[in-house]
Nanobody, 123 residues
C-alpha cells in the first residue's frame, strides 16, 4: 500500500507560478513511478507528468512541456510539480498517483491515488 497526500494548490492569476507537492508513504517506494494527473470540471482525468524513482526520467504531456517541471526528493519521499506561466486551461484538480510501471502515462497503470488539490487560474 502507498499513501499519497497532495498539497500546494490554490488560486493564482494567469502567468503566475505554483508548486505542488506530493508526500508518499508506504513500503518499497523505490518500486514506484509517481505522476501527476489533472481533472478539469466536466472532463476526464488526464496525464500531466511522471517521474520514476529508479532513474528520475521524467515525462510530460505536450501542453505543459517547457512550463512544468516534476522532481523528486528521495530523502523526504516527496514529488513536486513546479508550474510556471500558468494558463486558464491549467485550472483543474491535480492528483498524485503511484504506478509500478517505469513509464506510466496512462491512468489505468496507476494503483494508488491521493485526494487531489485544486488549482484555479484566473485572468
Amino acid at each position: 500500500q502507498v499513501q499519497l497526500v497532495e498539497s500546494g494548490g490554490g488560486w493564482v492569476q494567469a502567468g503566475d507560478s505554483l508548486r505542488l507537492s506530493c508526500a508518499a508513504s508506504g513500503r518499497d517506494l523505490y518500486r514506484y513511478t509517481l505522476g501527476w494527473f489533472r481533472q478539469a470540471p466536466g472532463k476526464e482525468r488526464k496525464f500531466v507528468a511522471s517521474i520514476s524513482w529508479r532513474d528520475s526520467r521524467a515525462y510530460y504531456t505536450d501542453s505543459v512541456k517547457g512550463r512544468f517541471a516534476i522532481s523528486r526528493d528521495n530523502s523526504k519521499n516527496t514529488v513536486s510539480l513546479e508550474m510556471n506561466s500558468l494558463k486558464l486551461e491549467d485550472t483543474a484538480v491535480y492528483y498524485c498517483g503511484a504506478a509500478t510501471a517505469r513509464i506510466a502515462t496512462a491512468e489505468a497503470t496507476y494503483d494508488f491515488w491521493g485526494q487531489g488539490t485544486q488549482v484555479t487560474v484566473s485572468s
